[in-house]
C-alpha cells in the first residue's frame, strides 16, 4: 500500500459526459501528479500540483483540467468524454516539488466512456 | 529529446531462471534520475529504485540488481532465480533535473510471464 488513495476505482460513464476523479496522497506529500495509461500511448504524464500549484503540463487536453485543494486532495476533471478517452488514470504524490524524488503511485481509476 | 526505449514488450521464463530487463534512455540533461516500477496484475504501479545519474553503482536488494551505465544510456534490471510472483510489466522512467518538473517519462513497459 503506497498510501496514495484514488477514488473510484472503477467509472463507467458515457461519451459528452463529465466526470470527477479523487486523489489524496501520502500524509505530508506536497506534489501531486496525473498520469493517464492507454494501450496505445502507454503511460503519459498529464499535470502537477505543488502545494495548491500548477507546476507543469504535460499531454493534458484542454477538456481535461485539475486542481488541488488546500488539504492537498486533488481532483481531475474530465469533460465532453470520448471514447477514447478510456483509460487508466494514476495520480502519484512526492514529498516535494523537488525534481527526481520518488513518486509513490495510487492505485488507479479505470475509466471506461460507452 | 528525452525518451525511454524498453525494446523487450514480452519476455516468458521458467521459475528459477535469471532475466534481464533492459532500459536504455536518452537525456540531454546532466542530471537526470531513473527509476524502475513494477505493475502486477492487480494494477497498481510499484516503486521499485531510484538512481541519480552521479551515482553509477550497481545496487542490488534481495534477488534483483540494477546496472547502470551511463557510457552507453542504460539502466537494466536483473531478476535471478525469478518467481511467478514477478509476474508483472516493469516500466523504467526518466526525471530530467533542467528541462521537466518532476514528471516521469516512462518507456512502453517489459511484460515478464514467469511460469512455474
Known amino acids: 500500500d503506497s498510501g496514495v488513495t484514488q477514488t473510484p476505482k472503477h467509472l463507467i460513464t458515457a461519451t459528452g459526459q463529465r466526470v470527477t476523479l479523487r486523489c489524496s496522497p501520502r500524509?505530508?506529500?506536497?506534489?501531486v501528479y496525473w498520469y493517464q495509461q492507454s494501450l496505445d500511448q502507454g503511460l503519459q504524464f498529464l499535470i502537477h500540483?505543488?502545494?495548491?500549484?500548477?507546476?507543469a503540463k504535460g499531454n493534458i487536453l484542454e477538456r481535461f483540467s485539475a486542481q488541488q485543494f488546500p488539504d492537498l486532495h486533488s481532483e481531475l476533471n474530465l469533460s465532453s468524454l470520448e471514447l477514447g478517452d478510456s483509460a487508466l488514470y494514476f495520480c502519484a504524490s512526492s514529498a516535494t516539488g523537488v525534481r527526481g524524488n520518488e513518486q509513490f503511485f495510487g492505485p488507479g481509476t479505470r475509466l471506461t466512456v460507452l | 529529446a528525452q525518451k525511454v526505449t524498453q525494446a523487450q514488450t514480452e519476455i516468458s521464463v521458467v521459475e528459477k531462471e535469471d532475466v534481464t530487463l533492459d532500459c536504455v534512455y536518452e537525456t540531454r540533461d546532466t542530471t537526470y534520475y531513473l527509476f524502475w516500477y513494477k505493475q502486477p496484475p492487480s494494477g497498481e504501479l510499484v516503486f521499485l529504485i531510484r538512481?541519480?545519474?552521479?551515482?553509477?553503482q550497481n545496487e542490488i536488494s534481495g534477488r534483483y540488481s540494477w546496472n547502470f551505465q551511463k557510457s552507453t544510456s542504460s539502466f537494466n534490471f536483473t531478476i535471478t532465480a525469478s518467481q511467478v510472483v514477478d509476474s508483472a510489466v516493469y516500466f523504467c522512467?526518466?526525471?530530467?533535473?533542467?528541462?521537466?518538473?518532476?514528471?516521469?517519462?516512462f518507456g512502453k513497459g517489459t511484460k515478464l510471464s514467469v511460469k512455474p
Open positions: 500524509s505530508g506529500d506536497l506534489s
Open positions: 522512467a526518466l526525471s530530467e533535473a533542467q528541462r521537466s518538473q518532476g514528471n516521469l517519462i
Open positions: 538512481r541519480n545519474s552521479f551515482d553509477e
Open positions: 500540483y505543488y502545494n495548491g500549484e500548477e507546476r
